[in-house]
């Protein structure tokens, strides 16, 4: 009885909660200063195939998810960067001060550790952090 309440409920579900889910990640400069706050975005997508049958259309989602960010200096250090929900539901954001220039690693381990780049998503980005 149970597995026929499933079946029905997922036949029941729209294709598009079935669809994965894939994040940019962008930071605001994108090459800030040693020492200077900078913006850190995530914009979570879902994927969807495309009228033609091909993947993946991105479509922004407004999901409720604990995304952890990271900021990985050039020596190999890991810090947290704490991301919000914004007031635009398909944002989330923090800032981070990026402590020494070099090239930095700005990531969410949750899409590692392949980081795949498929249909567009931005999961692992580099920083060149300036003196």
């Known amino acids: 009885m149970r597995a026929l309440g499933a079946t029905l409920l997922a036949l029941a579900l729209p294709a598009s909660s079935a669809a994965a889910l894939e994040i940019k990640l962008v930071v605001v400069p994108a ?52 991301v919000r929900k914004t007031s635009n539901h ?9 402590g020494q220039a070099g090239r930095w690693t700005v990531r969410d381990p949750q899409w590692g550790p392949r980081y795949s780049t498929h249909y567009g998503a931005r999961p692992r980005i580099r920083v060149l952090v300036k003196r």
Do not use: H, I, N
């Open 31 to 82: 090459s800030p200063k040693a020492g200077m706050r900078a913006l850190v975005q995530l914009r979570p997508y879902y994927t969807y195939l495309r009228p033609d049958g091909s993947c993946c259309r991105l479509q922004p989602a407004d999901v409720r998810y604990p995304f952890r960010v990271e900021a990985v200096s050039p020596r190999g250090c890991v810090f947290r960067v704490a």
């Open 90 to 98: 398909f944002v989330w954001s923090g800032s981070f001060r990026f």
